[in-house]
């Protein structure tokens, strides 16, 4: 049995994340010593290794979820979790996609940069034209 410290160690999580991970049911309650102490088996760090790593992976916990939902009931088709993964695949795409879109942004203001006055400097000037704003749906993480 570990403790949440020995649980948050194994597995790189922060004690605060798994007890809110145990708030919003991403991990049960676990048992606990007559101290009140809170004690883990090998079930709650797969769990919770299972959870770390579609985190890495930037799944939602809405996703996440689900995911877990589909793993606790091993002789269902996978189509689930599969079309999960790939709206994942799909965001991630389109977050690389405005990421590339904005380094060739970037690489563009600071080539055209002549580095002489700042009356002058292009990186301030196209920070200023507001018409070549993104909308905070383009942020990069929207």
Do not use: W
Not at 83 to 92: E, F, G
Not at 96 to 104: D, H, N, P, S, W
Not at 124 to 136: A, I
């Amino acid at each position: 049995m570990l403790t949440i410290g020995n649980l948050a160690k194994k597995t790189g999580t922060k004690v605060q994340t798994i007890r809110y991970y145990e708030q919003i049911g991403l991990m049960p309650e676990p048992g606990r010593t007559a101290g009140g102490q809170r004690r883990y088996g090998e079930d709650e760090l797969d769990r919770l290794a299972f959870v770390r790593h579609a985190r890495q992976l930037g799944f939602t916990l809405e996703a996440i979820r689900e995911l877990l939902d589909l793993s606790d009931e091993p002789d269902r088709s996978c189509e689930n979790a599969d079309a999960i993964a790939r709206r994942q695949l799909r965001q991630v795409e389109q977050r690389i996609a405005r990421l590339e879109a904005l380094r060739t942004e970037l690489k563009r203001m600071v080539r055209e940069c002549a580095g002489g006055q700042t009356a002058d400097c292009r990186v301030l000037e196209v920070l200023r034209d507001h018409s070549e704003c993104l909308t905070d749906h383009d942020e990069i993480g929207a």
